[in-house]
């Protein structure tokens, strides 16, 4: 039977052991997350936001509990399938955009079909196809050098989607950006996540982020304190 709820954790604990001491970077989460929602998670640096993208998609092993992505358990996949299930089925947005300086915006957005063995020239014409839906088709050509903190932001986006990911985990996609820039980055994210019906998880501590989402989780020490919809 098929569930609307895309994203399920229970009783996720995460536990950072250096030897000399242990840290609780998670104590006891449970997150469900329904097909199509945007969901914001807040909270002050330290609380555990980060922790948790990483846990729920799979980045980081949890370790106590259980997160299943589409009916899938995270438990039960080896690295390998891990990995090749956020190829195939997510996209990710970080706030260092972390593109390749030595590539174009449009061979930096197509890199990951190609990793995915698409077909060279399929891959480019997704990447431009996604370059255009992010407003950056005249780009194209440009490195990440040539580009302003929000167009290379846009790439970064582009190159999240171009796969058509059912999920995509955002960690503060606005961090580096100015107030007006970071309003037209969550703009494109609502905007996409309207059109394409994609789920989005979005990390920040910007009260402004979390007015766009369709809910908001406000975390503290490892823990949900809060749950609440925005006003719009």
Known sequence: MKTDVIIEGKNVHKTYDTGRIKVQALRGVDLSVKRGEMVSIMGPSGCGKTTLLNCFSGIDDMTEGDVKIEGKSLREMSDNEKTDHRAGRMGFIFQAYNLLPVLTAVENVELPLLVSAVNPRMAREKAI?????????????????????????????????????AIVWADEPTGNLDAETSGQIMELLCRMN??????FVIVSHDPAVGEMADRVLKMRDGVFEKEYVPLR
Request: aromatic content about 0%; overall charge positive; glycine content about 10%.
């Open 129 to 165: 196809g996604i370059l255009e839906v992010v407003g950056l088709e005249k780009r194209k050509n440009q490195k990440p050098a040539e580009l302003s903190g929000g167009e290379q932001q846009r790439v970064t986006i582009a190159r999240s989607l171009v796969n058509n990911p």
């Open 194 to 199: 309207k059109e394409n019906k994609q789920t």
